[in-house]
């Protein structure tokens, strides 16, 4: 069993509080986790972007409850469409991250409970719309925790997909109902059949070049960070095929940076898949290494989970 919830993460969950908040997409559903009441308060609410699909093993919930217990403020939240959420569900395109939701997130905390001050953490999809973050609440966002997401345009995406999947991977997404539901997209469709055939040709010549372009969104957003002055902890696996992508960043973007800004950004590889949290091992090392990551921007909180006995 990955997880045992101790006696004061059930305190925490007595404390949580359901929130909901209109959106023009519909009524997003989200959970508050306020700070443990004996914790020194933190100065930072970590907003946790989480889809049902990167939500394995309820590590997410795990990860709020000892945050709070930390002196942290959590929140996650169903994105519209998704979950117990309103609004209709599309393919989750990373290249059109869902920033206004993420935007409205940010405000709702501001005007409801108060916080100024955010970190940001997400995988994949939810990585690219905690970046989006950065756009137009830069000077609010001190730190995400960005794991294993894709940084090119879709097409070439779905080829460096393809150049890393076997039959044995697509019949495993076969048995995720989240690909079902989503395939009246055309965005599905498209990206089924482009790895299919290319998958049934043998794969791709060689990968993705370091000249191939990065996606719009991502240099739009990335610029956002870089003038944010905010921290970051890029996670990928190196058998990852969003690594494949990320690399092309780390080749022609990182060396650019100026030394402060490329101080502030930190890189692991680690062995394996990262993407997707498939295996309990990658979800207890992602999730402690997050909790260990964003420790620093609260000094008062003890070197150890409250109550983690």
Request: a neutral charge; proline letters at 6%.
């Amino acid at each position: 069993m990955p997880w045992r919830e101790t006696a004061a993460e059930r305190e925490r969950a007595r404390a949580e509080q359901l929130v909901t908040l209109a959106t023009p997409q519909g009524t997003l559903f989200g959970i508050y986790t306020p700070p443990a009441p004996d914790a020194p308060r933190a100065p930072h609410a970590v907003v946790l972007f989480t889809r049902p699909r990167s939500h394995r093993d309820r590590m997410w919930v795990e990860a709020a409850r000892r945050l709070a217990n930390q002196g942290f403020a959590a929140f996650r939240f169903d994105y519209h469409g998704t979950g117990d959420s309103e609004g209709v569900t599309a393919f989750l395109n990373p290249n059109t991250p869902y920033r206004d939701d993420a935007d409205a997130v940010l405000s709702m905390l501001r005007t409801r409970f108060g916080h100024e001050r955010f970190l940001v953490v997400g995988s994949c999809f939810d990585a690219r719309t905690a970046l989006s973050t950065f756009v137009s609440n830069g000077a609010a966002v001190d730190g995400m925790v960005f794991f294993a997401a894709p940084v090119m345009e879709l097409d070439t995406l779905v080829k460096a997909h393809a150049d890393q999947k076997d039959w044995r991977h697509l019949l495993r997404a076969l048995g995720n109902p989240e690909n079902w539901r989503t395939l009246g997209d055309p965005e599905r469709w498209r990206y089924m059949a482009t790895v299919l055939g290319r998958v049934a040709r043998g794969g791709g010549k060689g990968g993705t070049r370091n000249d191939t372009p990065l996606a719009d969104s991502f240099v739009e957003h990335f610029r956002a960070l870089v003038a944010s002055r905010g921290r970051v902890l890029f996670v990928y696996g190196d058998a990852d095929a969003e690594y494949v992508s990320f690399k092309v960043a780390l080749e022609t973007v990182f060396p650019r940076l100026a030394p402060a800004d490329r101080a502030r950004f930190e890189v692991e590889v680690w062995p394996g898949d990262v993407h997707g949290f498939l295996n309990v091992p990658v979800q207890r090392r992602a999730l402690e290494r997050t909790l260990a990551w964003l420790a620093p921007f609260h000094p008062q909180a003890s070197a150890s989970d409250a109550g983690r006995s």
